[in-house]
């Protein structure tokens, strides 16, 4: 009995905050159910033939497309920073 009273405090971080595990469930859905079907009918677009109503370009082409777009990206923020937030100094990090 004594050591679960002592498991108690080593529960998941958000155990005492629901709305942040709410939160990430939104995040994950939207990122499952949006963005992956989104991207597929993109690359399908750009790679079907122009017969079945695509633009033609082939899986290699559209492959190297969106490998210079998400480079472009990661480049773009990594040397502006716009996505970066600044903590302020006087919060101390809880250990995980």
Do not use: C, N, W
């Amino acid at each position: 009995m004594d050591r679960r009273r002592a498991d108690l405090g080593r529960r998941h971080p958000d155990h005492r905050q629901p709305h942040r595990r709410h939160g990430r469930l939104a995040l994950d859905l939207h990122r499952g159910l949006l963005t992956r079907p989104l991207g597929a009918s993109i690359g399908d677009y750009l790679s079907q033939p122009k017969a079945d109503g695509g633009l033609g370009l082939g899986t290699t082409v559209t492959s190297f497309l969106f490998l210079a777009a998400i480079l472009a990206l990661v480049t773009f923020l990594t040397v502006t920073k716009v996505d970066r937030t600044e903590e302020p100094a006087d919060v101390e990090l809880e250990a995980a």
